[in-house]
């Protein structure tokens, strides 16, 4: 089989629609040029320490937040660019201060 065959009969398997991890891979390499991703991976540890010493499951968070669990499990991987909200959500329902800064 020569290369050109070899093409040919893998286009035909091809979809317009890029696969999954394509899509996944492109959103962690355009947040890691935007640099927010290594706030978003801190503040995820830091709620699921938060949850741990408080006994909390993920729906117990969702349900104080107002969301879903499967939202919880999104933040938990710490690849969510958090929006203001969410975060004061989060330091609310956990009663943790996420945000530390100061007003001159």
């Known amino acids: 089989m020569t290369q050109e065959q070899a093409i ?58 107002g969301c879903s669990p499967q939202y919880i499990s999104k933040l938990l991987k710490g690849e969510e660019n958090l929006s203001l909200e969410t975060i004061c959500k989060l330091e609310d329902a956990l009663n943790i201060a996420i945000l530390q800064y100061e007003f001159a």
């Open 8 to 65: 040919a009969r893998l286009s035909r398997y091809q979809t317009e629609k890029p696969s999954e991890w394509q899509v996944e891979e492109e959103k962690i390499r355009y947040a890691k040029s935007k640099g927010w991703l290594q706030y978003s991976r801190k503040i995820a540890i830091k709620v699921a320490v938060s949850m741990k010493r408080q006994g909390l499951s993920r729906q117990d968070v969702a349900d104080r937040m």
